[in-house]
Every structure is written in structure tokens, then in C-alpha cells.
């Protein structure tokens, strides 16, 4: 599926959190959480780019 066929979908985004109202633990702690979700999409990515690689230098021969 290309970005393409999304046209006239609008993707929700989530409502950003209310970071003053939350405590430095809480905070601290959605730090972490965000640095783990940065660390499993550098890891798509990465996969993609192999991938990718792999197809080019396949079509190359």
C-alpha cells in the first residue's frame, strides 16, 4: 500500500500529554519510555534500509 491509497484518511493523532501537570518521576519515566520507542524504530528502519539494499543490489546484477 502506498501513502497513495491513504489519501482522504486522516490518521488520529493522540492528544498531546499535559507535561506540567506531571510529577519528575512520571516524567522521568516517559523519558525512558520514549527513548524505547526511539530505539525499536531506529531498529525498523535499519531493517528497511537492509532490505532495500538487498533489492538494489539485486536488481544491479
Do not use: C, H, Y
Not at 492528544?15 to 525499536?40: H, V, Y
Request: charged share 45%.
Amino acid at each position: 500500500m502506498s501513502t497513495d491509497d491513504l489519501d482522504g484518511f486522516a490518521i488520529k493523532q493522540p492528544e498531546p500529554i499535559k507535561l506540567e501537570t506531571l510529577g519528575i518521576e512520571e516524567l522521568e519515566n516517559r523519558i525512558s519510555e520514549l527513548e524505547d520507542e526511539i530505539a525499536r524504530i531506529r531498529e525498523v528502519i535499519d531493517s528497511k534500509k537492509a532490505v532495500r539494499g538487498d533489492a538494489e543490489s539485486l536488481f544491479k546484477k
